[in-house]
Structures are given as structure tokens and as C-alpha cells.
């Protein structure tokens, strides 16, 4: 069974702050993905990755930016973080292109 | 731009009844749909999908049926269960984009009452 796992459930920061939110898949995944879900928007995403060192902007890659060292980690960086990224983060990961992603538990990330 | 959209915020059915929820799509370019389904404190799970290709696929309570003409996709789950109660969410892709990469509705909470 494929698991995503997000390093931290709950992340309190303050404004300024420099975020780093983890990521992991046990799956030998060469995509993955990092989303963030907020009440009426649903999920947007904002980076994926479909090998090791690349990266492409999603929907929303304002205020973010992402590193892929190693196939199976994929972080999500906010260098100054800011209260409207308050919010519920996502990382998945799929074998192949077309296949349903699989997701982590997320990481709830507050902004004070 | 909501691409794809999912007008009911909310839903509430009785154990044992049909649940419908709906979405509706803008971009003629998707070409893959499916639904997650999320529980709180958890990620998103896999629940079905269906290509262009055909108008109706089946698994176990769960059907999803697509209507190409009108861009619009509907899931049905029948009969209802409480352990169903959860927040659905429709998306998209399109291959000649990137295949995985996903655009997502606003989800529907489902409550499924015993």
C-alpha cells in the first residue's frame, strides 16, 4: 500500500518566518505533487514535480517555491511565511502520469 | 477561474437513500474525471473515475455517470451509509496537459443521518 507522509500534522509560525513542510513517499513515486485546500476553493495546486531536481509552478506558486533532492521527498518552502498562507497543506504522489494521486494527512499550517 | 465547480456546498440524505452530488466542468479539454472522498484530519482517498470515453462507470455502491455535452458528472452512491458522511470532491485533468495534474472542485459535504 502506497503511503504519503507529511512530517507535521500542526505548524504554528509567525509572519516572516521561513516554512518548510516535508514530504515523503515510500513508493518510488517520480511525481509528486503539494496542494493547498481551503474552505469553498477546494484544492489548488502549487508545485509539482515529475522527476528529481525538476519543478513546475501550479495554479497558485506565489510566496512558495519547492525542492526535490531525493525521488521519494518532495519539500514545499515558504520563505517569508504571511497570515493568508494559513492553511490546510497537501502532498501526493502517483506512479504515473493518469493514475489517481495518493495523498498525505496533511499539514495544518497556522500563520500568526 | 473555476474550472471545475461543485454548486453544493452541502448534503444531507438518510441512511439507506441515494446520495447525488453533482459537478460541473468548463474546460472541453478534460478528458479524466474522478472523485476523492476526505474525512476530516485526513487526505483525500481515490474513490472512482471515468474517462471521456464513456458516459457511466460502476463500483459497488458507487457510480459515476458523465455527461459530456452538458460538461457536467454526477456521483451516485446507493444505499447511503453513515460511514459515507465526508467531504467529495469532483476533479479533472486533461492529457494534453499534464495528465496528473488535477483541478478540483470546492467539495460537498456529505452527511449520511441514521
Known amino acids: 500500500d502506497v503511503k504519503v507522509t507529511q512530517s507535521s500534522r500542526y505548524l504554528v509560525k509567525r509572519t516572516g518566518e521561513k516554512v518548510f513542510l516535508e514530504c515523503v513517499q515510500d513508493?518510488?513515486?517520480?511525481?509528486m505533487f503539494w496542494y493547498r485546500q481551503d474552505p469553498g476553493l477546494g484544492l489548488r495546486l502549487i508545485y509539482f514535480?515529475?522527476?528529481?531536481?525538476?519543478?513546475e509552478k501550479g495554479d497558485i506558486p506565489e510566496g512558495y517555491s519547492v525542492s526535490r533532492e531525493k525521488k521519494e521527498r518532495f519539500s514545499l518552502i515558504l520563505e517569508s511565511a504571511s497570515t493568508n498562507q494559513t492553511s490546510m497543506y497537501l502532498c501526493?504522489?502517483?506512479?504515473?502520469?493518469?493514475?489517481?494521486?495518493?495523498f498525505g494527512n496533511g499539514t495544518r499550517l497556522t500563520v500568526t | 477561474d473555476q474550472q471545475v465547480k461543485q454548486n453544493s456546498p452541502s448534503l444531507s440524505v438518510q441512511e439507506g437513500r441515494i446520495s447525488i452530488l453533482n459537478c460541473d466542468y468548463t474546460?472541453?479539454?478534460?478528458?479524466?474525471f474522478l472523485w476523492y472522498k476526505k474525512y476530516p484530519a485526513e487526505g483525500p482517498t481515490f474513490l472512482i473515475s471515468?474517462?471521456?470515453?464513456?458516459d457511466k462507470n460502476e463500483d459497488g455502491r458507487f457510480t459515476v455517470f458523465l455527461n459530456k455535452s452538458a460538461k457536467h458528472l454526477s456521483l451516485h452512491i446507493v444505499p447511503s451509509q453513515p460511514g459515507d458522511s465526508a467531504v467529495y470532491f469532483c476533479?479533472?485533468?486533461?492529457?494534453?496537459?499534464?495528465?496528473?495534474?488535477?483541478?478540483f472542485g470546492e467539495g460537498t459535504q456529505l452527511t449520511v443521518n441514521p
Open positions: 476533479a479533472a485533468s486533461a492529457k494534453e496537459t499534464s495528465g496528473s495534474r488535477l483541478t
Open positions: 513508493m518510488d513515486h517520480e511525481n
Open positions: 474546460n472541453s479539454m478534460f478528458d479524466y
Open positions: 501526493a504522489s502517483v506512479v504515473r502520469i493518469g493514475s489517481p494521486l495518493h
Open positions: 514535480s515529475y522527476d528529481v531536481k525538476m519543478k
Open positions: 471515468i474517462s471521456s470515453i464513456k
